[in-house]
């Protein structure tokens, strides 16, 4: 089985948790983790929607997907919280899911590094 491919905002820290997260309990080695800044101006994944990426954690399983629908893929794949799949399916159908995923990826801290040969600058 090939694993799912997820795309997060690695100069997002709550993105980089997340990813940690799911790094710790992903047992059955299902889910590979790619930094989104990285492949941003790369030709790989061609049919990647980078802006809206860049807005919504990305993953591909044959299929791309983003945003909750993501987050839901993601945790299905792990056994650790196959307790909350009907809680995770319901917020998926009722849409609600999506709009708590928006509400919260608009808040997120965006913190970037931007480094030449003389210094490196951190901008918020």
């Known amino acids: 089985m090939q694993p799912m491919i997820i795309f997060?905002?690695?100069?997002?820290?709550k993105c980089s948790r997340f990813v940690q997260l799911v790094k710790k309990f992903d047992w059955l080695s299902l889910i590979q983790e790619k930094p989104l800044r990285d492949f941003l101006s790369s030709p790989y994944f061609p049919k990647l929607d980078r802006k809206l990426a860049l807005r919504q954690m990305a993953s591909y399983n044959?299929?791309?997907?983003?945003?909750f629908q993501s987050i839901y893929l993601i945790l299905i794949s792990l056994p650790v919280f196959w307790l909350?799949?009907?809680?995770?399916?319901l917020l998926k159908v009722s849409g609600l899911g999506q709009f708590l995923y928006v509400q919260l990826a608009v808040k997120r801290k965006i913190i970037s590094f931007h480094c030449d040969d003389k210094s490196c600058e951190i901008l918020f």
């Open 62 to 67: 044959g299929s791309w997907h983003y945003g």
């Open 84 to 89: 909350f799949i009907p809680v995770l399916y």
């Open 8 to 13: 997060y905002d690695n100069w997002c820290p």
